[in-house]
T-cell receptor, first 112, second 112 residues
Framework: KAGVTQTPRYLIKTRGQQVTLSCSPI?????VSWYQQTPGQGLQFLFE???????NKGNFPGRFSGRQFSNSRSEMNVSTLELGDSALYLC???????????FGPGTRLLVL | KNEVEQSPQNLTAQEGEFITINCSYS?????LHWLQQHPGGGIVSLFM???GKKKHGRLIATINIQEKHSSLHITASHPRDSAVYIC??????????????FGKGTKLSVKP
């Protein structure tokens, strides 16, 4: 089975722009979670989608949003980018009813 | 105080040594995870525990639910074990299990 894929892998944006990141889960996985990793804060939970519904959300401003499509692929969007949004964004997928998560390689975002 | 605390933050060992990384948490959990992150960012899930002990090759993970403590042991350490090891918990509040709370990680360096 193919693993979790994320696109793009690297991205450079400027302050004020918006960005969309994509995550394709392992086939058959219906849950997709998104995480932000920074040197200062470490790994932090952004949100989780299950069957196209946001099931849980972390403590991030409304500039961070996401969605999930019927094929379980997920996107996250960050509007009005700030310098502090520079981070590695990871998504992870899991099957319904389990908590073992399989992580993608991440998208490294640099905001200038 | 962080909800998930790891110790030590950094660890240097000689090849062949027995290594222990500790994790303490302060919330009710449904499961505890040990993750491995290599330089470059990719995260691999090593163990998911809700009780007792699990072993995979040279890695052993234990959890004591009453004491809210888990340990990850590496026997006969090897330079390829050099990575950041992250403890994470799935908080038990009856809702989604798709979000994790992470420790800050333990950076392990194994010298030949």
């Amino acid at each position: 089975k193919a693993g979790v894929t994320q696109t793009p892998r690297y991205l450079i944006k400027t302050r004020g722009q918006q960005v969309t990141l994509s995550c394709s889960p392992i086939s058959g996985h219906r849950s997709v979670s998104w995480y932000q990793q920074t040197p200062g804060q470490g790994l932090q939970f952004l949100f989780e989608y299950f069957s196209e519904t946001q099931r849980n959300k972390g403590n991030f401003p409304g500039r961070f949003s996401g969605r999930q499509f019927s094929n379980s692929r997920s996107e996250m969007n960050v509007s009005t980018l700030e310098l502090g949004d520079s981070a590695l964004y990871l998504c992870a997928s899991s099957t319904s009813g389990t908590v073992t998560q399989y992580f993608g390689p991440g998208t490294r975002l640099l905001v200038l | 105080k962080n909800e998930v605390e790891q110790s030590p933050q950094n660890l240097t060992a000689q090849e062949g040594e027995f290594i222990t990384i500790n994790c303490s948490y302060s919330v009710g959990i449904s499961a505890l995870h040990w993750l491995q992150q290599h330089p470059g960012g990719g995260i691999v899930s090593l163990f998911m525990l809700s009780s007792g002990k699990k072993k995979h090759g040279r890695l052993i993970a234990t959890i004591n639910i009453q004491e809210k403590h888990s340990s990850l042991h590496i026997t006969a350490s090897h330079p390829r074990d050099s990575a950041v090891y992250i403890c994470a918990v799935s908080e038990n509040y009856g809702g989604s299990q798709g979000n994790l709370i992470f420790g800050k990680g333990t950076k392990l360096s194994v010298k030949p």
